[in-house]
């Protein structure tokens, strides 16, 4: 596609489920991001792809967050027994290679756990 | 680890205005700096990349400069609009992480 494409746009959940956002960055992109954006608080890193590869999930919160991409191109970002505390805007991002380049972000995945 | 600052955190302004948005950080090790623009609801979206090696970069409106010595980028915004309001987010990059300052939020007042 044209752009970074994620789903869902926006998710509510009960605390205590398991959550899946997915990112499909844009075609060629080798490298993929996930920020999230809580209120009140900047845009945090969470990880890192390059390719299929994660060389860092340093800013993952916590096990219960995992990450995945496949074919080197969607990504899956997991949220199991979801908090209140996770409620955020789960960003995207894609780019040629790293930080060298520009970095396209998508719409984001707006979740509130309740 | 990366600290960056942004001032002011709210900026209003009447229409036609230029305006300047400051933004600061702690480690001169850097790669690149990007400047992006926040719409209420929306994602981010690129204006400006400057490399380590770079002074300055200009797209039609926009200027930004980059002081890596001092740890220091300013953008400017020539003849503010009411469609430039938005929250203007500075992000520094280390390689393949970006460290993002807490943003200005610009108003133009028509």
């Known amino acids: 596609g044209a752009g970074v494409s994620q789903s869902p746009s926006n998710k509510v959940t009960e605390k205590g489920k398991d959550v899946e956002l997915r990112c499909d960055p844009i075609?060629?992109?080798?490298?993929l991001y996930w920020y999230r954006q809580s209120l009140g608080q900047g845009l945090e890193f969470l990880i890192y792809?390059?390719?299929?590869?994660?060389?860092?999930k340093s800013g993952l919160p916590s096990d219960r967050f995992s990450a995945e991409r496949t074919g080197g191109s969607v990504s899956t970002l997991t949220i199991q027994r979801t908090q209140q505390e996770d409620s955020a805007v789960y960003l995207c991002?894609?780019?040629?290679?790293?930080?060298?380049?520009?970095?396209?972000f998508g719409e984001g995945s707006w979740l509130t756990v309740v | 680890k990366q600290e960056v600052t942004q001032i002011p955190a709210a900026l209003s302004v009447p229409e036609g205005e230029n305006l300047v948005l400051n933004c600061s950080f702690t480690?001169?090790?850097?790669?690149?700096l990007q400047w992006f623009r926040q719409d209420p609801g929306k994602g981010l979206t690129s204006l400006l990349l400057?490399?380590?090696?770079?002074r300055e970069q200009t797209s039609g409106r926009l200027n930004a400069s980059l002081d890596k010595s001092s740890g220091r980028s300013t953008l400017y915004i020539a003849a503010s609009q009411p469609g430039d309001s938005a929250t203007y987010l500075c992000?520094?990059?280390?390689?393949?992480?970006?460290?993002f300052g807490a943003g200005t939020t610009v108003t133009v007042r028509a």
């Open positions: 991002a894609s780019s040629l290679a790293t930080v060298g380049n520009t970095i396209y």
């Open positions: 075609s060629g992109h080798t490298a």
């Open positions: 792809f390059q390719g299929n590869s994660a060389p860092d």
């Open positions: 480690d001169s090790a850097i790669y690149n």
């Open positions: 400057i490399q380590s090696s770079q």
């Open positions: 992000a520094v990059g280390n390689d393949y992480k970006l460290s």
